[in-house]
């Protein structure tokens, strides 16, 4: 009996040997799948968490989007008064906006107006500048395309909306 037994084990084995050596699976080489991904990770700021200025490069309007808790509107115009990041500087972005046009205040107007007062004249900034500023606080606004009247020193510019 015990022959049995010990016959019955022994094939067994061989059946379980069999079936695991004869699955199909061959032996084969590395296969390459190219270089792996390289190069910076592309930001997916929400939009709470950026501010957007628009800035001037080589003559024209350019929007360029800083991380950061969101502002206020008047905040946000403070920043195209002060000079241009290191970085910003370094791609050839500028402002046309003067310190002195600092400090500003944002006024809300029913029907998606704005109305932004400044230090200086308004009718003595560039149409750069007042570009600026109209894109910089229409990008604040919570309904676009905003309407966005500059206001200083008893001069008035607009209303205009955002060009770009």
Do not use: H, W
């Not at 910089?136 to 020193?153: M, N």
């Amino acid at each position: 009996m015990r022959t049995g037994l010990a016959r019955r084990v022994l094939a067994a084995g061989l059946v379980s040997l069999v079936a695991v050596t004869g699955c199909g699976v061959q032996p084969s080489d590395a296969i390459g799948a190219g270089a792996p991904p390289s190069g910076p990770v592309a930001p997916n700021i929400p939009p709470a968490m950026k501010i957007t200025l628009y800035l001037v490069k080589d003559g024209r309007l350019s929007a360029v989007t800083r991380p950061g808790r969101r502002l206020p509107p008047a905040d946000t115009l403070a920043l195209l008064a002060a000079e241009p990041t290191a970085t910003e500087q370094a791609d050839g972005l500028t402002t046309d906006v003067p310190p002195e046009a600092g400090p500003f205040s944002v006024t809300t107007k029913p029907a998606g107006r704005l109305v932004v007062t400044l230090s200086t004249p308004a009718g003595e900034l560039s149409a750069l500048a007042v570009a600026q500023i109209v894109c910089t606080a229409a990008a604040t606004a919570p309904e676009s395309p905003a309407q966005i009247t500059v206001v200083g020193a008893g001069q008035s510019v607009g209303p205009r909306i955002c060009p770009g």
